[in-house]
Structures are given as structure tokens and as C-alpha cells.
């Protein structure tokens, strides 16, 4: 499991609308790590939550649209 792997995942997500339609399903971290490894990444939902956090610093949200809605959509507690 890697953070590197968890970055990779976010990239791809970030560019493939497949992958974003797919995680649509997902309503909690498991369920996202769960797709995740079936795609072939390797990472815990506490390394997610990481990359997500730092990704995210000096981030203001302003829409709900784009191409993180399913991102938000997910309780990270």
C-alpha cells in the first residue's frame, strides 16, 4: 500500500471518466479502495484520506460541479 499508488489513482480518476462513472457507487472510503484495487492500485483508505487532505490545502470550494462530486459526496470520518 502506498501513497504514491493513492496519488496515481486521483490522476487517473482526474482523467478517465470511466473510472469517475464507476466510482459513483461508492459510498464510503472502503467502497473506493475496494475499486481501487480492482483497477490494480494498492492503497489503505487512511493513505486516501492523506492524499485527499493534501490535495485539497488552500482549496476553497465554490460549486458542487467538476470533476470531484463523487469525492465530496463520501463520509471521510
Known amino acids: 500500500m502506498s501513497r504514491e499508488s493513492a496519488d496515481l489513482f486521483l490522476e487517473a480518476a482526474t482523467q478517465d471518466s470511466i473510472l469517475r462513472?464507476?466510482?459513483?457507487?461508492?459510498?464510503?472510503?472502503?467502497?473506493?479502495?475496494?475499486?481501487?484495487?480492482?483497477?490494480?492500485?494498492?492503497?489503505?483508505?487512511?493513505?486516501?484520506?492523506?492524499?485527499?487532505?493534501?490535495?485539497?490545502?488552500?482549496?476553497?470550494?465554490?460549486?458542487?460541479?467538476g470533476v470531484w462530486p463523487w469525492l465530496r459526496q463520501v463520509t471521510w470520518v
Do not use: C, D, H, W
Not at 26 to 55: C, D, H, M, R, W
Open 21 to 65: 462513472e464507476k466510482l459513483k457507487i461508492a459510498g464510503n472510503p472502503e467502497e473506493f479502495v475496494k475499486i481501487a484495487e480492482a483497477l490494480g492500485y494498492s492503497f489503505s483508505t487512511q493513505e486516501l484520506k492523506s492524499v485527499v487532505k493534501e490535495n485539497s490545502e488552500q482549496v476553497t470550494l465554490r460549486r458542487k460541479t
